[in-house]
């Protein structure tokens, strides 16, 4: 037989039917609902309590969405309405030039593909029908000039790709012009509320923090048992029952952090973190079970619904009369700290400008909002000599940090944390530049889209920060992914049990623990997980 | 002359249109930017396949077993991206085939006898294997998806259903229902 007799390996598969590439272009090519790449609807009772229009029933991979019968205009009306409100949407309207800068730097498309994840096709969705409807030439040119018609395939669109994007602004970095792709994402959003099409992993974060303080609704002593348990685990692995002031009039701070601190694993090893750190330097503050909330998904939703949840901190900061307030390792509750509270609720003049009691640090930056980020209250104390450090304890931990987008890119708290990092472990190794500090890549499930039922794009997403690790662990042998948010704690967890199952993920304030040598404390044996410290014996009477 | 060698004399040539017919796959906007290894952090996908794609072939020119763990390796590499993008499970790994194809065209104009004919089917009916071998890692990927949202939500209300346990055992206080309203 002749090679030219054999049939080639393509005829043999040539039945076999594949998904095929987009022909057309891509204005015209309708979304393709595939499960694992989109999130579920929120549910009727979410939006009813926090009083968000249209709650229904409905499902995305079902024909009809039960919107109003007039949703174009009410969404045409809300664009208007937008346009003129915030100058800055009006301005990312008209001024790309499609340069492409940005058309590689989001990690869903660098971890998927698709086009419309380059952040300048994801504007251009809502662009479009910008042109078409409130340009002249679009008015005139419709098609020709770029624009398109406020249709249901392209609603659909919007839903798909505003809840495909984190709000990571790592585009906006690249950008020339300075176009933050996340502020038309946000904006796509509120347009998307407008007729009832929001996702229920925001909705419902939403609502219970609306009524009960923090994401998940647990009540107030629900919370104060479970902080009590990790006083409990604090004192098994140091000896020491820590302070916790829970809300105390007067007390001179108020500390707040993201729920998942204290609900969720390994999040919770930070909240003993902190314990252990504010109790070690005796600081007078107080925990509330009514701002028991660092994270605001009101930033994934509206513009109204972060001022209405941010506002909660300080109406409680008011009332136990503190004098400014800290905060823990969040992630975007920063971003609205520092970029929306000062407009939206403040000033927050009752309130006095952060001085550390410890130190005496003036936080000036921190004038206006009256509040703190613990990575700079620490590495203050740290750098004034206040904290006994043992680094050793560490010594079984080989970290890298991912710089958590909204601290980086929205805060600029880029060497604080790796201040304190370096001084509570010796071995720290950074990611390759293009991946860290403000070029950092997103976990992919920020934003509200850390949810189950979206697994395989944040996984898609996930892939440039896990290639990242991947590559400090080969090189260095790391095995800790340090951040300083807690839907990183959550997320990259789950993001390397998949892509490096050998990192685990932790918060700083865990290793700043660990290091910790606290007055009075027993003998160390395990660290803040209840893991045994290698080379430590336990004393023989403990045993 | 002998395919092996003919193989080695290729090997480079084979790899880069094995690696570019698996961007191929890929909506063409994107392959421009998944063919730039400039730099394989900000290019993780091309990069992670093109280094995946010259392993596996050097295992295969290596004549190693189907089963070692190198190979294996490598091919988890490739697909355990392919599997988590928009390809149905005969797409994501599909590019195993895609070796023959390429390797008929590069090297199959050079052979002038029977014997070499017969090592070419020899050599593809090893990759024929390898694509099973591919199938097997394809599944345990898509079972890892499945697992980490169970483990997701495990982690996610670790100290709630832990301080629930708790106060269920000690008989004080609430029930585990109290700790949630809904
Ligand atoms: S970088 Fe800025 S101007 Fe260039 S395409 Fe992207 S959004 Fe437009
Ligand atoms: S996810 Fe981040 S990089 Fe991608 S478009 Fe949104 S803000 Fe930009």
Same mark, same amino acid.
């Given at each position: 037989?002749?090679?030219?007799?054999?049939?080639?390996?393509?005829?043999?598969?040539?039945?076999?039917?594949?998904?095929?590439?987009?022909?057309?272009?891509?204005?015209?090519?309708?979304?393709?609902?595939?499960?694992?790449?989109?999130?579920?609807?929120?549910?009727?009772?979410?939006?009813?309590?926090?009083?968000?229009?249209?709650?229904?029933?409905?499902?995305?991979?079902?024909?009809?969405?039960?919107?109003?019968?007039?949703?174009?205009?009410?969404?045409?009306?809300?664009?208007?309405?937008?346009?003129?409100?915030?100058?800055?949407?009006?301005?990312?309207?008209?001024?790309?030039?499609?340069?492409?800068?940005?058309?590689?730097?989001?990690?869903?498309?660098?971890?998927?593909?698709?086009?419309?994840?380059?952040?300048?096709?994801?504007?251009?969705?809502?662009?479009?029908?910008?042109?078409?409807?409130?340009?002249?030439?679009?008015?005139?040119?419709?098609?020709?000039?770029?624009?398109?018609?406020?249709?249901?395939?392209?609603?659909?669109?919007?839903?798909?790709?505003?809840?495909?994007?984190?709000?990571?602004?790592?585009?906006?970095?690249?950008?020339?012009?300075?176009?933050?792709?996340?502020?038309?994402?946000?904006?796509?959003?509120?347009?998307?509320?407008?007729?009832?099409?929001?996702?229920?992993?925001?909705?419902?974060?939403?609502?219970?923090?609306?009524?009960?303080?923090?994401?998940?609704?647990?009540?107030?002593?629900?919370?104060?048992?479970?902080?009590?348990?990790?006083?409990?685990?604090?004192?098994?692995?140091?000896?020491?029952?820590?302070?916790?002031?829970?809300?105390?009039?007067?007390?001179?701070?108020?500390?707040?952090?993201?729920?998942?601190?204290?609900?969720?694993?390994?999040?919770?090893?930070?909240?003993?973190?902190?314990?252990?750190?504010?109790?070690?330097?005796?600081?007078?503050?107080?925990?509330?079970?009514?701002?028991?909330?660092?994270?605001?998904?009101?930033?994934?939703?509206?513009?109204?619904?972060?001022?209405?949840?941010?506002?909660?901190?300080?109406?409680?900061?008011?009332?136990?009369?503190?004098?400014?307030?800290?905060?823990?390792?969040?992630?975007?509750?920063?971003?609205?700290?520092?970029?929306?509270?000062?407009?939206?609720?403040?000033?927050?003049?009752?309130?006095?400008?952060?001085?550390?009691?410890?130190?005496?640090?003036?936080?000036?930056?921190?004038?206006?909002?009256?509040?703190?980020?613990?990575?700079?209250?620490?590495?203050?104390?740290?750098?004034?000599?206040?904290?006994?450090?043992?680094?050793?304890?560490?010594?079984?931990?080989?970290?890298?940090?991912?710089?958590?987008?909204?601290?980086?890119?929205?805060?600029?708290?880029?060497?604080?944390?790796?201040?304190?990092?370096?001084?509570?472990?010796?071995?720290?190794?950074?990611?390759?530049?293009?991946?860290?500090?403000?070029?950092?890549?997103?976990?992919?499930?920020?934003?509200?889209?850390?949810?189950?039922?979206?697994?395989?794009?944040?996984?898609?997403?996930?892939?440039?920060?896990?290639?990242?690790?991947?590559?400090?662990?080969?090189?260095?042998?790391?095995?800790?992914?340090?951040?300083?948010?807690?839907?990183?704690?959550?997320?990259?967890?789950?993001?390397?049990?998949?892509?490096?199952?050998?990192?685990?993920?932790?918060?700083?304030?865990?290793?700043?623990?660990?290091?910790?040598?606290?007055?009075?404390?027993?003998?160390?044996?395990?660290?803040?997980?209840?893991?045994?410290?290698?080379?430590?014996?336990?004393?023989?009477?403990?045993? | 002359?002998?395919?092996?060698?003919?193989?080695?004399?290729?090997?480079?040539?084979?790899?880069?249109?094995?690696?570019?017919?698996?961007?191929?796959?890929?909506?063409?906007?994107?392959?421009?930017? @998944?063919?730039?290894?400039?730099?394989?952090?900000?290019?993780?996908? /091309? $990069?992670?396949? +093109?280094? &995946?794609?010259?392993?596996? *072939?050097?295992?295969?020119?290596?004549?190693?077993?189907?089963?070692?763990?190198?190979?294996?390796?490598?091919?988890?590499?490739?697909?355990?991206?392919?599997?988590?993008?928009?390809?149905?499970?005969?797409?994501?790994?599909?590019?195993? @085939?895609?070796?023959?194809?390429?390797?008929?065209?590069?090297?199959? /104009? $050079?052979?002038? +006898?029977? &014997?070499?004919?017969?090592? *070419?089917?020899?050599?593809?009916?090893?990759?024929?294997?390898?694509?099973?071998?591919?199938?097997?890692?394809?599944?345990?990927?898509?079972?890892?998806?499945?697992?980490?949202?169970?483990?997701?939500?495990?982690?996610?209300?670790?100290?709630?259903?832990?301080?629930?346990?708790?106060?269920?055992?000690?008989?004080?206080?609430?029930?585990?229902?109290?700790?949630?309203?809904?």
């Amino acid at each position: 037989m002749e090679l030219h007799e054999l049939p080639k390996p393509e005829d043999l598969v040539k039945d076999v039917k594949y998904r095929k590439l987009p022909e057309k272009p891509w204005m015209q090519e309708p979304v393709d609902f595939k499960p694992g790449t989109y999130n579920y609807p929120a549910l009727a009772k979410n939006l009813k309590k926090v009083h968000m229009p249209n709650p229904r029933e409905w499902h995305v991979d079902q024909q009809d969405w039960h919107l109003p019968d007039d949703w174009q205009e009410i969404i045409l009306k809300g664009f208007k309405d937008r346009l003129e409100k915030y100058r800055s949407f009006r301005l990312f309207m008209d001024i790309c030039v499609r340069c492409g800068a940005c058309a590689d730097k989001c990690h869903f498309f660098l971890g998927g593909g698709d086009p419309k994840n380059m952040p300048v096709l994801r504007a251009e969705l809502i662009r479009s029908v910008y042109r078409n409807d409130f340009t002249t030439v679009g008015r005139l040119l419709g098609n020709l000039a770029g624009g398109r018609k406020l249709t249901l395939p392209v609603l659909k669109e919007w839903f798909y790709y505003f809840f495909q994007c984190s709000e990571c602004r790592r585009c906006s970095v690249f950008c020339p012009y300075g176009i933050d792709t996340a502020e038309v994402t946000m904006i796509g959003r509120e347009l998307l509320n407008l007729v009832g099409l929001n996702i229920n992993w925001v909705m419902e974060p939403v609502a219970n923090c609306f009524m009960t303080g923090n994401h998940l609704g647990i009540p107030p002593h629900g919370l104060v048992e479970n902080w009590e348990f990790m006083q409990d685990d604090i004192e098994e692995i140091t000896g020491i029952k820590v302070n916790l002031p829970i809300n105390k009039k007067g007390a001179e701070i108020l500390f707040v952090v993201p729920s998942g601190d204290y609900f969720a694993d390994p999040g919770s090893y930070t909240f003993m973190g902190y314990l252990a750190v504010l109790h070690e330097i005796g600081l007078d503050y107080t925990w509330s079970t009514y701002a028991s909330e660092g994270g605001n998904f009101g930033l994934f939703t509206s513009h109204e619904m972060i001022k209405r949840l941010n506002a909660k901190i300080y109406a409680e900061a008011k009332r136990l009369k503190v004098k400014w307030i800290l905060g823990g390792e969040c992630g975007h509750m920063w971003r609205v700290i520092h970029q929306y509270m000062d407009t939206m609720n403040g000033p927050a003049d009752f309130l006095e400008e952060p001085v550390s009691p410890i130190t005496g640090t003036k936080f000036e930056n921190a004038k206006g909002t009256k509040m703190v980020h613990i990575a700079e209250f620490t590495s203050d104390l740290i750098r004034h000599g206040k904290l006994n450090l043992d680094p050793s304890r560490n010594d079984h931990i080989r970290v890298t940090y991912h710089d958590s987008c909204n601290p980086a890119r929205a805060v600029g708290l880029f060497e604080e944390p790796r201040d304190i990092i370096r001084t509570v472990c010796k071995n720290f190794y950074e990611m390759p530049e293009d991946s860290i500090r403000e070029k950092t890549y997103c976990c992919a499930g920020g934003a509200g889209l850390g949810n189950d039922e979206n697994m395989e794009m944040r996984m898609r997403g996930g892939l440039p920060r896990a290639n990242a690790v991947r590559y400090v662990r080969d090189q260095r042998g790391v095995n800790r992914l340090l951040c300083m948010c807690a839907i990183d704690r959550a997320t990259l967890s789950t993001m390397m049990e998949y892509w490096a199952p050998d990192v685990s993920v932790g918060g700083i304030h865990e290793l700043v623990a660990n290091a910790l040598i606290m007055k009075g404390e027993k003998k160390r044996t395990v660290d803040f997980r209840g893991e045994p410290i290698p080379g430590v014996e336990p004393d023989e009477e403990e045993e | 002359m002998t395919l092996e060698k003919m193989l080695a004399d290729n090997k480079k040539t084979i790899a880069e249109k094995w690696f570019q017919s698996i961007v191929g796959s890929y909506p063409q906007e994107a392959q421009r930017f @998944f063919l730039n290894l400039a730099n394989p952090i900000t290019n993780p996908v /091309g $990069s992670t396949i +093109n280094r &995946g794609v010259e392993g596996a *072939l050097e295992c295969l020119l290596k004549g190693e077993t189907l089963e070692s763990a190198e190979i294996i390796q490598w091919l988890d590499d490739i697909i355990r991206i392919r599997a988590v993008q928009d390809f149905t499970a005969a797409r994501a790994v599909e590019f195993v @085939f895609d070796l023959k194809k390429v390797v008929r065209k590069t090297v199959g /104009g $050079s052979i002038s +006898n029977s &014997g070499i004919l017969e090592e *070419l089917l020899t050599f593809e009916s090893r990759i024929d294997s390898l694509a099973l071998l591919a199938f097997n890692v394809y599944m345990q990927c898509r079972e890892k998806v499945y697992e980490l949202k169970t483990n997701e939500l495990k982690r996610s209300t670790a100290r709630l259903v832990r301080s629930a346990c708790r106060v269920w055992e000690s008989g004080e206080r609430c029930s585990p229902e109290d700790l949630k309203l809904e």
